[in-house]
Nanobody
Framework: QVQLVESGGGSVQAGGSLRLSCAAS????????MGWFRHLPGKEREGVAA???????AYTDSVKGRFTISRDNAKNTLYLQMNSLKPEDTAMYIC????????????????????WGQGTQVTVSS
């Protein structure tokens, strides 16, 4: 059974940093495509960053140079290091996984991913 459990969210001031974690079970993080999405009530889920099993990565334009997606295969955990946070980064951040999709020409659409976590809230104040 696949389970994705996010942690690391919180409240920070603009310019601060957070590192999100996504602990996976039933998923081999190093052999699946993994992604981070964010969601605000009333808005569509937005792809933030993704990584495939070739270590190709993709980022949405608004986070390039500030966020870094990575994984620890030994811990079977996905990370999102978020630096220089802005108020517009405020959202619920959700981890996703898929065993088949690999195209990182851009952050994949949410419909690509088969499995989802519950999310962790990030709030950035000005």
């Amino acid at each position: 059974q696949v389970q994705l459990v996010e942690s690391g969210g919180g409240s920070v001031q603009a310019g601060g940093s957070l590192r999100l974690s996504c602990a996976a079970s039933g998923v081999t993080v190093g052999r699946w495509s993994m992604g981070w999405f964010r969601h605000l009530p009333g808005k569509e889920r937005e792809g933030v960053a993704a990584i495939n099993w070739f270590d190709d990565t993709a980022y949405t334009d608004s986070v390039k140079g500030r966020f870094t997606i990575s994984r620890d295969n030994a811990k079977n955990t996905l990370y999102l290091q978020m630096n220089s946070l802005k108020p517009e980064d405020t959202a619920m951040y959700i981890c996703a996984a898929d065993p088949n999709y690999s195209d990182m020409g851009g952050v994949p659409d949410a419909s690509v991913f088969s499995y989802w976590g519950q999310g962790t809230q990030v709030t950035v104040s000005s």
